[in-house]
């Protein structure tokens, strides 16, 4: 397929294929938007069933890090890349050397970081061959920006329960994560000691395992857990597992979940909004990770990066009183908010650009 053709495609800047015979790879890097700053996002590995589904998926999660950048506040453009391989079986250090090479090669206009498939260590490969890597500083995580990206959710859900029931806690409230991996997992625990009641599966037995005798989560049968009677539901695996089919079958009253693109098209926003189901945007309240990456390039304080982080309560909070007082869908608003800040440093770099007091410039009557 062309990949002007594919429907994820929305006027990216760049998207490059790379290939290495000697390792095996085969990868994708997409740049959806670069006004604010070079596009950073995580470099996915996943058994794609074909080149389109890899295109596709590649496509749809670079654009949601520009917005969700954008709503973070930060420097940064919208980038993604993607490895098509098994991670069990195909990952070797050669490739992921050869993968940041390919990342290398784009010359900076894409920087990589962790992602489902790839972690700490696969960053440190890449590292060896280019700079253009985030997420693999030497704090208390070793660089994986996991914890950050829990307690995101965690203040997005607290946000999600002020607004929807008036409360601010989740004590006694019953919540039904599906993927229980480095974000599931202390998701789970921040929710654990808050009090509220968990719920949890994931296709990895060991990852459920460690959950159930650790944290005390109620393990669910993974075909099970989106339909739990559950007062939030919390997608935190792969995407797209929001549409047609099980959005009628959802006996959740909140959405609010870790994983990318949980939406399968924009149409599943409304159908979730005409259900009553008060979605929360995956690309807004899972920005913790992107957060702490940016801030491990500054070398900021634990402090700042964790009140950084935080300030996602009340970006929800806006969306959510936005989405109120329009009738539109939670996603839809919190996109076009997104593109407003984008619109606005785009304004401002024009504007530096092209000034009527450039003496470089010809009059106005001549340029006519």
Do not use: W
Not at 37 to 51: E, F, I, L, S
């Amino acid at each position: 397929m062309s990949v002007f053709l594919d429907s994820a495609y929305d006027n990216h800047e760049l998207v490059t294929f790379g290939h290495d015979r000697a390792t095996g790879l085969r990868a994708i890097i997409a740049v959806h938007n670069s006004t604010l700053g070079p596009g950073v996002g995580g470099c996915r590995m996943y058994p794609y069933p074909d080149d389109d589904a890899a295109l596709r998926d590649v496509l749809r999660l670079s654009r949601g890090m520009t917005y969700k950048s954008a709503l973070a506040d930060l420097p940064l453009g919208g980038g993604k890349s993607v490895i098509i391989g098994n991670p069990r079986e195909d990952k070797s250090p050669a490739l992921m050397r050869a993968m940041g090479e390919f990342v290398h090669s784009q010359g900076g206009r894409y920087v990589a970081a962790e992602d489902s498939g790839t972690g700490v260590d696969d960053l440190r490969e890449m590292a060896s061959v280019t700079p253009y890597v985030s997420g693999i500083a030497d704090n208390e995580h070793g660089g994986d920006p996991s914890p950050s990206t829990a307690y995101g959710l965690f203040v997005g859900i607290r946000a999600a329960v002020v607004h929807r029931l008036g409360v601010d806690n989740t004590a006694g409230l019953r919540v039904a994560i599906q993927g229980l991996g480095h974000v599931g997992f202390l998701l789970a625990r921040l929710l654990r000691d808050d009090g509220a009641i968990v719920y949890g599966a994931d296709v990895n037995a060991i990852n459920l395992q460690r959950a159930v005798e650790l944290l005390g989560v109620i393990p669910v049968d993974v075909d099970d857990i989106l339909f739990c009677e559950a007062d939030i539901l919390a997608p935190c695996a792969l995407g797209a597992v929001l549409d047609e089919q099980t959005i009628p079958r959802l006996r959740s009253g909140i959405v609010a979940g870790g994983a990318n693109n949980q939406l399968a098209t924009p149409l599943d926003a409304g159908r979730l909004r005409d259900r009553g189901i008060l979605y929360c945007p995956d690309f807004l309240i899972n920005a913790g990770g992107i957060i702490d990456v940016h801030h491990q390039r500054l070398g900021s304080a634990d402090a700042a990066v964790r009140a950084h982080v935080a300030g996602i309560e009340q970006n929800l909070l806006e969306v959510l009183r936005r989405s109120d007082s329009s009738g539109e869908s939670t996603d839809a608003v919190a996109e076009a908010l997104a593109m407003e800040k984008i619109d606005r440093q785009r304004n401002v770099e024009d504007s530096e650009r092209v000034s009527p007091a450039d003496p470089e410039m010809p009059p106005a009557a001549a340029m006519r």
